[in-house]
């Protein structure tokens, strides 16, 4: 892959692993993902009651909107949201950890693959 900016902390960073930040000059300018994920939780960290409020203060205001963006949402993301629903309630009702929910999303996956070992053969 391309090196296209190097990070003073994170060394030399690919396509992925940037974002863009603006044009200065007729160039594009880029910063590090990583690097900034670090500052928007620092920030949030930071500035979390001020941020709530105003988050709180927009769907006051724009409850229509809100829920068209909810509704939007989840039409889209459907089979994600219940998937992730059906493993909260079993992760409640069994009373499992995340190591557990992974080690069981990892016996699934075998299981399939097996089966389709089974069924057409090892390719």
């Known amino acids: 892959m391309t090196i296209i900016k190097t990070c003073k ?3 030399d960073l690919t396509q992925n692993q940037i974002i863009k930040s603006g044009i200065t ?3 594009q300018r880029y910063k590090c993902k990583l690097c900034m994920k670090e500052v928007h939780r620092n920030n949030y960290i930071k500035n979390k009651e ?6 709180s203060e927009y769907k006051r205001n724009n409850r229509s909107r ?3 963006l909810n509704k939007y949402y989840r ?3 459907n089979e994600k949201l ?3 629903h059906d493993e909260l309630v079993l992760q409640r009702r069994l009373g499992l950890t995340n190591s557990h929910l992974i080690a069981r999303r990892k016996l699934i996956k075998v299981l399939i ?3 389709e070992i089974e069924r057409y053969g090892n390719k």
């Open 50 to 55: 001020k941020i709530n409020e105003k988050t």
């Open 25 to 27: 000059h007729g160039n």
């Open 82 to 84: 219940t998937k992730e």
């Open 75 to 77: 039409e889209r993301y």
């Open 113 to 115: 693959q097996l089966s």
């Open 9 to 11: 902390k994170h060394g």
């Open 66 to 68: 809100y829920n068209e």
